[in-house]
């Protein structure tokens, strides 16, 4: 299956600082690209996604930007705030099938005062 | 109104025994999903299902027995519990090519 490779695996920005976190994949054919944001003790919440048609989509503070030459995909928080302060995850649509949705590894973000 | 949903959300149990997660999502979708979520929070897929049929095994123990009596729904069984089974369970749902909705997760703990 596909192996998604999610970078830094712990980050601590400021408040109001920018935090980047990427991934990279194997399979070129993938075309579609989420990202998840997971607090404490609950679930997975889609935050934003993005599909190969586009090169980046933005959402208030959080854009996404991809490129499918080098086969990665990054998620940008501006401004960040302490609410911000989560694990988030990349994931990927593998091709060939509707039906298979993997992982990142997650990254912890912590937003300090 | 909960869109996926899950029961129970904590459970203990003891090594051996069988226990069982029910799901259900009132979204339409057609494609639903379990997640294991370890102790270091990677999320890996145990099973994908398709309008009521099995499409992904992802290399899970055949202790662990998904149904889906229909599309709204995927029970998960699991015989013969063991301690590294502990774990947060989720099952998700999703439209084909798009995301995946989680339910609130089953804390599973194996003692």
Known sequence: GENVEQ???????????????KCTYSDSASNYFPWYKQELGKRPQLIIDIRSNVGEKKDQRIAVTLNKTAKHFSLHITETQPEDSAVYFCALLESGTASKLTFGTGTRLQVTL | DTAVSQTPKYLVTQMGNDKSIKCEQNLGHDTMYWYKQDSKKFL???????????IINETVPNRFSPKS?????LNLHINSLELGDSAVYFCASSQDWGSAFFGQGTRLTVV
């Open chain 2, 69 to 73: 009596p229909d599309k709204a729904h």
């Open chain 1, 7 to 21: 970078h830094p695996s712990t980050l601590s920005v400021q408040e109001g600082d920018s935090a980047v976190i």
């Open chain 2, 44 to 54: 890996k897929i145990m099973f994908s299902y398709n309008n009521k049929e099995l």
